[in-house]
Nanobody, 115 residues
């Protein structure tokens, strides 16, 4: 099982980034997919979730209206489009897959928002 995140980097406030998470080794279309993030000295927090078929999404209040989660089950990939980025969005972003009691994590990708 692998979840490989990509797309992180350094961006100025107000900028955009698109994170991708490529999954392999499990039946991707069965799994609820989420993005979490963890800033230095803080607990990991849920950012966004998408249902297995993509019909349901949910967001943390702090990112509503700025971030969009989506998935392509044909490509076994989940995305996080991040717009209007703020310095407080700086964190390591993790991809998460969950199906019943099965939970998988990616290794994380760093997002830094700074001028």
């Amino acid at each position: 099982v692998q979840l490989v995140e990509s797309g992180g980097g350094l961006v100025q406030p107000g900028g955009s980034l698109r994170l991708s998470c490529a999954a392999s080794g499990f039946t991707f279309s069965r799994y609820v997919m989420s993005w979490y993030r963890q800033a230095p000295g803080k607990e990991r927090e849920l950012v966004a979730t998408i249902s297995n078929a993509g019909g349901y999404t949910n967001y943390a209040d702090s990112v509503k209206g700025r971030f969009t989660i989506s998935r392509d089950n044909a490509k076994n990939t989940v995305y996080l489009q991040m717009n209007s980025l703020k310095p407080e969005d700086t964190a390591v972003y993790y991809c998460n897959a969950q199906f019943r009691t099965l939970v998988y994590w990616g290794q994380g990708t760093q997002v830094t928002v700074s001028s």
